[in-house]
Every structure is written in C-alpha cells, then in structure tokens.
C-alpha cells in the first residue's frame, strides 16, 4: 500500500513564508504526484499548483510569483514553497496524486496552514 502524507504547515504571520512536504511511501510504483489544492473552510477545494505535461508547472492568479511547486524524483516528494503569506491563504492544504494506470484523482490527509497575527 502506498502512505501520501503531508507536512509542513503551521501558523504563520502575515508576509512570512512556509514549505510544504507530500511524500509518497510505501509502494510507490504508479504513484505520481500531481500537485496541491486547498480548502477553506466553507469554501470549495481549489487549485494552488500543479505540474502539467513536461513537468511545467501552472498557478492560478491569486498565487502566481508567492507559490513554487517542486519534484524530487529520489525522495518521491513533491514541495509548495510559499512566500508573501496572506490571511486568504489560510486553509488545509492537500496533496493530489494519481494511482497510475487508474486516471481517478486522489488526496492526501493535509496540512493546516494558518495566516494570522
């Protein structure tokens, strides 16, 4: 079976920053790990970065240039390093992964991360 678990989230005030962790152990074989979302509370799952074909890589507008997703094969980690916190960031962030050949979309537990001072 293969274990996805994130890390790294925390408290933070506002202008700081974080890195987030989401490594695949276990049995990896298949696995890929896409990107992140995050959820706010009585908000929907939303997109924070993903990898696109190539290993490009895709931010929305409301994260691009604060937001770096980033892929060490080795480790079968992915990473969110976050800059320029805000408040509006608060939420649980999660991981996305896929069980390869299967094309379903799977999450990880997640990691809460608050902005506040």
């Known amino acids: 079976q293969v274990q996805v678990v994130e890390s790294g989230g925390g408290l933070v005030q506002p202008g700081g920053s974080l890195r987030l962790s989401c490594e695949a152990s276990?049995?990896?074989?298949?696995?890929?790990?896409k990107g992140w979302y995050r959820q706010a509370p009585g908000k929907q799952r939303e997109l924070v970065a993903m990898?696109?074909?190539?290993?490009?890589?895709f931010y929305p507008p409301d994260v691009e240039g604060r937001f770096t997703i980033s892929r060490d094969n080795v480790k079968n980690t992915i990473y969110l390093q976050m800059n320029g916190l805000k408040p509006e960031d608060t939420a649980v962030y999660s991981c996305?992964?896929?069980?390869?050949?299967?094309?379903?979309?799977?999450w990880g537990q997640g990691t809460q991360v608050t902005v506040s001072t």
């Open positions: 996305n992964y896929e069980k390869r050949p299967s094309v379903f979309d799977y």
């Open positions: 276990g049995t990896v074989f298949g696995i890929y790990l």
């Open positions: 990898f696109t074909s190539n290993e490009n890589t």
